[in-house]
Each structure stands twice: as structure tokens, then as C-alpha cells.
């Protein structure tokens, strides 16, 4: 077997989409290893090649696997002419801090835990409040075929992630959905 050559593991972490910092954290090295493995100024020990060739495998699944293969649904959500005292029913029920309010299958915006404490900080009371009184930015959207690496990296900066066909919510992802696969 003949090992690859930096120029070959620089080619297939860009062919993969990671970063040098990707790459390393997923390999336990540091990235200014990484950079100079690919600059050939080091000659990495044959137990780093291996540690990347793994990181590059482990990619190589996540790939495969898409958002539809990992969504939860339906979707338990809120409309946005819902009385609030109904969603923070449903949240509590469920024992869920955030929920996507969607009509007529469509994300229009999303409720947080966050919203409804201010709220009641300032009001007291959910009386004769609706959903879209407090309605957030709706959570980003993707489609079906979205890779769980994709969906990762949205998730670094979103709560949830919703999967969308033809226009109309399908699913949602959140991080838990992801660290199922990494038990399963």
C-alpha cells in the first residue's frame, strides 16, 4: 500500500469541503500540523497519516447520510395565530425550548423559551397574547438531500435546522438528531 502524499491528502480535505481546523479537530491534531503536512515542510509519523485517513472516512459517512434519513416527524410546531398559553402548553408537554411556528406548511418564524421569560418578566401575564407577538426569525431550511455535514455546521449557529420538500416543512433536525449518529 503506498501512503498519499501531502499534495493527495490536501487535495481530498478540499474534495470533502474541511477546513484545515476541520480536519484537525476531527484527526486530534493541531491545524498548523495540518498546514505544514500539506506544505511538505513535515514528515508526519505513519500514526497521523492514519488519524487523517479516519477523520477523512468518518466524512466520507456523514456524507451519505442526508437530512431525510435523520429527520423527526411531523413536526411539532405552533401557527402563528395561536394563543401563547397554547404553545407554552405544547412545550412544556413535550419538553422542548423552541418550536418553529409554520402556516400552511410554511416557516414563517420561530417561539423560544427566551421570548416567553422576557415576556412574562415585562407583562406578568399570557393572557390575549398570540405566537406572532413574539414571534423570532424562522430556523434555517433545507432540503431533503442536505448532507449531515451541511446540517452540522447550520446547527453550530441555529437551534434547528427544518427539511423542506416542494415548499412545505417535512422535518426537523436538531443537535440531539445528530448525536444519534454518532450512538447509532
Known sequence: MQLP?????KKKRI???LTQS???????VSQPLIARIE?????PRLSTVAKILTAFDEVKKEQQIVAKDIISSPVIHVQPKQPLEEAVQIMNSKG???LPVIENGVPVGSLSEGAVVRTIAVKKSLTGIIVSDLMEESFP???????VLTVSHILERSPAVLVMEK???TGVITKSDIMK???G
Open 5 to 9: 502524499t501531502p499534495e493527495d491528502l
Open 15 to 17: 474534495e470533502l469541503g
Open 22 to 28: 476541520d480536519l484537525a479537530k476531527r484527526a486530534g
Open 39 to 43: 506544505m511538505s515542510d513535515v514528515d
Open 96 to 98: 422542548i425550548s423552541q
Open 141 to 147: 431550511t433545507v432540503p431533503q438531500t442536505a448532507s
Open 167 to 169: 415548499g412545505v416543512v
Open 181 to 183: 449518529i454518532v450512538n
